[in-house]
């Protein structure tokens, strides 16, 4: 358990002493470019989704 503590307490040194991070205005501009692509991109599968959906239905459709 003692290692544990120690592990953690390395870590955490670590964080606040050797890691460079991200300015906070920086951080929040490429938090929202991260969002924008991730709302664009899951519209554009929903999109093939919905496409493929109704093809493979009329395919079916043809069939029966």
Same mark, same amino acid.
């Given at each position: 358990?003692?290692?544990? $503590? $120690?592990?953690? =307490?390395? %870590? &955490?040194?670590? #964080?606040?002493?050797?890691? %460079?991070?991200? @300015? !906070? @205005?920086?951080?929040?501009?490429? $938090?929202? /470019?991260?969002?924008? &692509?991730? /709302? #664009?991109? %899951? #519209?554009? /599968? !929903?999109?093939? *989704? $919905?496409? &493929?959906? =109704?093809?493979?239905?009329?395919? &079916? *459709?043809? /069939?029966?």
């Amino acid at each position: 358990m003692a290692g544990l $503590t $120690t592990y953690i =307490k390395e %870590s &955490f040194e670590e #964080l606040k002493n050797n890691v %460079s991070w991200t @300015p !906070w @205005p920086e951080a929040q501009k490429l $938090t929202v /470019i991260v969002a924008v &692509f991730s /709302i #664009l991109f %899951s #519209l554009a /599968i !929903w999109g093939v *989704d $919905t496409v &493929f959906s =109704k093809a493979v239905k009329a395919y &079916f *459709d043809l /069939i029966h």
